[in-house]
């Protein structure tokens, strides 16, 4: 038995289906925590997979392939820090759903494996689709201590700890594969604390940092005392950390170690938006992104975060000016570029716009012009965009914000194009915040320059499509702080249209606004994936019917 213990935290960036370069990861890792003097090395949730796997690991084959990559880290742990791994454990009997396993690896043997017992079934999980529960966990012993191991959401649910505490655990111990949203923090904590509470055992908490397809995973490891955090891991940065535990007379203790904060608000979702740009874009094996730079917020928005995820020199702006186009946003869109400092280009789509309404001639014939010329501007951007998308070999971003696709304000097979969209989850109340808030402070970890990167003229002037004289968003849309509220309504409260206008608003305007939103699913469907920052997304978390009647009424 041992009255101190050395436990490193490692954050890791795992990439789903690599299981050979996970394990590789985990190796790295390994050998840094033993360079530290690491005895036990805690590694996230499903780390030999990455996190979340989905259907994935229901094929035998790629189950297989986790279970023997994490057998084989074995052979670390021979004459270093023993291992806890997460990994798919195929459990048989005719079931394609493998358990989700926590392996203790120590002096080069399987000392243990445990199962998650409470699958998540919420929001952007659906575990047990995929996983199947397994019993409440038992404590396993590692030098004589009882470590309580609680897989994610098991820390999320008072039956695993305590059933660990009975069965004699010290220390909880909680891999995770938590995604970020803007309130995960302050959620995760107050878990970690309740099972503190309840028990009074400390706990380890030790979460996934990098972008996977819509989730962004942020880290923010952290140790907890009875007392309170007695340790913090960076956010959104790959890290290996031990933290030093010693027993005392009251159980076992963290040695303090605060010297690291956590930041909140705009510069957490500034980092999220990047870290999922940065991802999605690196691990779909690309260096680089096209954009239309148009002079407006969003495009300008989208332009710096993709500096700051990639260097500036990976981000291609490309104006393409039609007749409708102001000379201040041809001035706007060339100073964003340059204050970012990536390539622009100009490229005018009058000839393409000539062309099409030759062709389509004589079919409109006998027709007024509508929106189907405005939106045949969009597609022809659209096109000319993916066209250099395939020739250069760079993945195209799309900018429009949560509020143009919650109520289906772009354009299908126009500017809806493209690979990722790195602000398909921020409403455009908060597009500026993010603009002003860039302008003064670049975040750690950010490859873009120090300064204003938005002129301020695109911050102040009124958004418009420009896609018809003199047109402005708010022609067709109520002004966005009323629009981005009901919307919140809607989408992040759930609740009801009486309760909306209940909140002052527009019986009429919350009405149509709700209207919008169910017809635009269609679209949604259609969009390209991006970063969820807030409590509900439109992917995962939100799930509507395409074709639905029901409209609700004040
Ligand atoms: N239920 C349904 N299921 C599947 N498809 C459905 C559908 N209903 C219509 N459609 C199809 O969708 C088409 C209509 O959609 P779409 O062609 O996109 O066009 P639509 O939604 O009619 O127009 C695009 C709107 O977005 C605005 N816009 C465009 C570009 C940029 C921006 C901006 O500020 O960022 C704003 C533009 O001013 C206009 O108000 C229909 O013609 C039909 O083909
Ligand atoms: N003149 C243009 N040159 C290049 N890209 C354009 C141009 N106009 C529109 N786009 C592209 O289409 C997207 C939709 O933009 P649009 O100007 O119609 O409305 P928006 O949502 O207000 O966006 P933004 O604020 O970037 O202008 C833009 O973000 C941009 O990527």
Partial sequence: MTDRLAIALAQLNPTVGDVAGNADRIAQAHAEAAGQG???????????????????????????????????LAALTKDGPALLIGTPWPGGGGDPRPFNASVLLVDGAVAAVRYKSCLPNYGVFDEPRTFRPGPLPEPVEFRGVKL????????????????????????????????????????????????????????IFVNQVGGQDELVFDGASFALNPGGIAYRAPLFERSVATTLWER??????CEEDLSLEWEEDDPLVWRAVVTGTRDYVRKSGFESVVLGLSGGIDSALVAAIAADALGPENVRCVMLPSRYTSEASLKDARACAEAIGCPYDTIPIEPAVEAMTGMLADSFLGRE???????????????????????????????????????????????????YNPIKDVYKQRVFELARYRNEERPAGCLGPEGRVIPERIITKPPSAELRHDQKDEDSLPPYPVLDDILHGL????????????RGHDRAV?????????????????????????????????????????????
């Fill in 38 to 72: 690491a005895d036990l090395v805690v590694c996230p949730e499903l780390i030999v997979t990455g996190y979340p796997p989905e259907d994935l690991v229901m094929r035998p084959a790629y189950a297989e392939a986790c279970r023997q990559a994490a057998l084989s």
């Fill in 491 to 502: 989408v992040e409260e759930e609740i009801s249209v009486d309760a909306i206008v209940r």
């Fill in 369 to 419: 012009p509508d929106v189907t010329e405005e939106n045949l501007q969009s597609r022809i951007r659209g096109t000319t965009l993916m066209a250099l998308s395939n020739k250069l070999g760079v993945l195209l971003l799309t900018t429009g914000n949560k509020s143009e696709m919650a109520v289906g304000y772009a354009t299908l097979y126009g500017d809806m194009n493209g690979a």
């Fill in 248 to 253: 005392t007379e009251t159980g076992w203790h």
């Fill in 148 to 203: 309580g191991l609680m897989i994610c959401e098991d820390m999320w649910k008072p039956g695993p700890a305590e059933r660990l505490v009975e069965a004699g655990a010290e220390i909880l111990v909680a891999p995770h594969g938590s995604p970020f949203r803007q309130t995960a923090h302050a959620e995760r904590v107050f878990q970690a604390e309740a099972r503190c509470r309840e028990t009074g055992l400390p706990v």
């Fill in 510 to 554: 919350a009405e149509r606004i709700q209207h919008l939103l169910y017809l635009s699913e269609y679209k949604r469907r259609q969009a390209p994936p991006g970063p969820k920052v807030t409590s509900r997304n439109f992917g995962r978390d939100r799930r509507y019917p395409i074709v639905n009647r029901w409209r609700e009424k004040a």
